[in-house]
T-cell receptor
Framework: KAGVTQTPRYLIKTRGQQVTLSCSPI?????VSWYQQTPGQGLQFLFE???????NKGNFPGRFSGRQFSNSRSEMNVSTLELGDSALYLC??????????FGEGSRLTVL | DAKTTQPNSMESNEEEPVHLPCNHS???????IHWYRQLPSQGPEYVIH???SNVNNRMASLAIAEDRKSSTLILHRATLRDAAVYYC???????????????FGTGTRLTIIP
């Protein structure tokens, strides 16, 4: 079956702009989580959605937001981009239990 | 707060067993131990998880100490494809996995020597 799909895979933005990243989970999975990965901080949890509701949120500023649609697809948005937002953004889906399935990520570069 | 402690890096020879340690001295009674690995240029992938007793699957074995304060991921016969960053994570069990923040930490970078 198809895996987790993230788009776009690569993007370049400038400071102050905003960006929207998309994640299509594995069919049947209702939970979608987002992570930020940087060389210095490793993998950090952003938020998790289940059935269109945010169930948990990490310690990121309000510039980071997300949502989930009725078909379980999810988007995350970062407004007023800063240089430090340059990172690999990973999406993971699960049915609701244990194993997380990750996408290949969206690599954001902020200039 | 990663809640687990792992060595930053390890090396192993190809076709030999690899033992990756993880310390989780403050683990609660209901926390599971999950292992994920991240191959270069890919998202993390699930390896194994367990609660108290040792666990085996086609990828690896997980040995959990009797006091549950530490565990060891065992790759029985390392191949070059096993070169990755391995993450040990404390987390809820299968029924409630999404309801807590998962802290991956920085993991152990495993290098396989041909």
């Amino acid at each position: 079956k198809a895996g987790v799909t993230q788009t776009p895979r690569y993007l370049i933005k400038t400071r102050g702009q905003q960006v929207t990243l998309s994640c299509s989970p594995i069919s049947g999975h209702r939970s979608v989580s987002w992570y930020q990965q940087t060389p210095g901080q490793g993998l950090q949890f952003l938020f998790e959605y289940f059935s269109e509701t945010q169930r948990n949120k990490g310690n990121f500023p309000g510039r980071f937001s997300g949502r989930q649609f009725s078909n379980s697809r999810s988007e995350m948005n970062v407004s007023t981009l800063e240089l430090g937002d340059s990172a690999l953004y990973l999406c993971a889906s699960s049915w609701d239990t244990g194993e997380l399935f990750f996408g290949e990520g969206s690599r954001l570069t902020v200039l | 707060d990663a809640k687990t402690t792992q060595p930053n890096s390890m090396e192993s020879n190809e076709e030999e067993p690899v033992h990756l340690p993880c310390n989780h001295s403050t683990i609660s009674g209901t926390d599971y131990i999950h292992w994920y690995r991240q191959l270069p240029s890919q998202g993390p992938e699930y390896v194994i998880h367990g609660l108290t007793s040792n666990v085996n699957n086609r990828m690896a074995s997980l040995a959990i100490a009797e006091d549950r304060k530490s565990s060891t991921l065992i790759l029985h016969r390392a191949t070059l494809r096993d070169a990755a960053v391995y993450y040990c994570i404390r987390g809820p069990g299968a029924s409630n996995f999404g309801n807590e923040k998962l802290t991956f930490g920085t993991g152990t970078r495993l290098t396989i020597i041909p």
